[in-house]
């Protein structure tokens, strides 16, 4: 459902603001986002070969015509849609306009940057809880606090958010995508925080950029041992091999005759 007045033309995401002037809770956020973005973009590529998905940061989902435009907008930190093309016209997305995408996103996640009222806020057509939950309807919907180490995950079921419950592994399974969300105690960007991560079906982390090249550093080191290890044992098995024909010479039997 958008919410338009009668008397208003729809613009496009080139025709409305793509900030509303407030910065940014604090430092944490943006690495956040990026840590998600860039773990998952791997899985993400398997399941849209095409390109034919977007992720915004922190951007404007606009699902009402509104005075001042951007009051008719929802920024949450981070989400995801699928089947979409990754830009419009040619041209980089400012934001994602609702009555000229039609397709919702996936999962939406917001971090808590003060006590998670405003994340919960169900006050009709004011709440973040309320929009997302009635007009923009993402299937899934997380909530992140940093403070308390935790995140909790909504389903879109019957028309109504539930709460989902964790699994065994005390994460939040995410089928359609094949992933789960949960919390991963570490440091990314110099700082040790629990951050918000992927995670595969399987229970494997989901691995940024750095973390995936310092693995295949680490398994192409693993190989050069392997390979270094089996070169010692060869060397030591020519030279065992060496003094035992000496030993037989020695005993006059000529170890190229042997029958």
């Given at each position: 459902?958008?919410?338009?007045?009668?008397?208003?033309?729809?613009?496009?995401?080139?025709?409305?603001?793509?900030?509303?002037?407030?910065?940014?809770?604090?430092?944490?956020?943006?690495?956040?986002?990026?840590?998600?973005?860039?773990?998952?973009?791997?899985?993400?590529?398997?399941?849209?070969?095409?390109?034919?998905?977007?992720?915004?940061?922190?951007?404007?989902?606009?699902?009402?015509?509104?005075?001042?435009?951007?009051?008719?907008?929802?920024?949450?930190?981070?989400?995801?849609?699928?089947?979409?093309?990754?830009?419009?016209?040619g041209e980089f997305r400012r934001s994602y306009v609702f009555w000229q995408?039609?397709?919702?996103?996936?999962?939406?996640?917001?971090?808590?940057?003060?006590?998670?009222?405003?994340?919960?806020?169900?006050?009709?057509?004011?709440?973040?809880?309320?929009?997302?939950?009635?007009?923009?309807?993402?299937?899934?919907?997380?909530?992140?606090?940093?403070?308390?180490?935790?995140?909790?995950?909504?389903?879109?079921?019957?028309?109504?958010?539930?709460?989902?419950?964790?699994?065994?592994?005390?994460?939040?399974?995410?089928?359609?995508?094949?992933?789960?969300?949960?919390?991963?105690?570490?440091?990314?960007?110099?700082v040790e925080l629990p951050w918000l991560r992927w995670w595969d079906e399987?229970?494997?982390?989901?691995?940024?950029?750095?973390?995936?090249?310092?693995?295949?550093?680490?398994?192409?080191?693993?190989?050069?041992?392997?390979?270094?290890?089996?070169?010692?044992?060869?060397?030591?098995?020519?030279?065992?091999?060496?003094?035992?024909?000496?030993?037989?010479?020695?005993?006059?039997?000529?170890?190229?005759?042997?029958?």
């Open positions: 459902m958008v919410i338009a007045d009668k008397n208003l033309s729809l613009p496009d995401h080139t025709q409305l603001p793509d900030s509303d002037g407030n910065f940014v809770k604090n430092f944490q956020e943006h690495p956040q986002s990026i840590l998600l973005t860039d773990s998952i973009l791997p899985r993400l590529q398997e399941i849209h070969p095409d390109g034919y998905y977007c992720i915004g940061q922190d951007s404007g989902i606009y699902w009402r015509l509104t005075d001042p435009p951007e009051k008719g907008a929802e920024a949450p930190d981070w989400f995801y849609v699928p089947n979409v093309p990754p830009s419009l016209n995408e039609l397709i919702a996103p996936l999962i939406v996640l917001e971090f808590v940057s003060g006590n998670g009222e405003e994340e919960r806020d169900k006050t009709p057509y004011k709440g973040k809880f309320w929009i997302y939950e009635n007009i923009i309807r993402p299937p899934y919907y997380g909530i992140y606090e940093v403070r308390k180490a935790s995140v909790e995950v909504y389903q879109l079921i019957a028309n109504h958010y539930e709460k989902m419950l964790p699994n065994d592994r005390g994460r939040y399974a995410i089928p359609p995508i094949g992933v789960e969300l949960g919390i991963w105690q570490g440091r990314y960007q110099n399987q229970g494997n982390l989901l691995l940024i950029g750095d973390e995936r090249a310092e693995a295949e550093r680490q398994l192409v080191e693993i190989e050069r041992q392997r390979a270094e290890a089996e070169r010692q044992r060869a060397e030591i098995a020519e030279q065992e091999n060496a003094r035992l024909r000496e030993r037989l010479r020695a005993l006059g039997i000529d170890p190229d005759n042997l029958s």
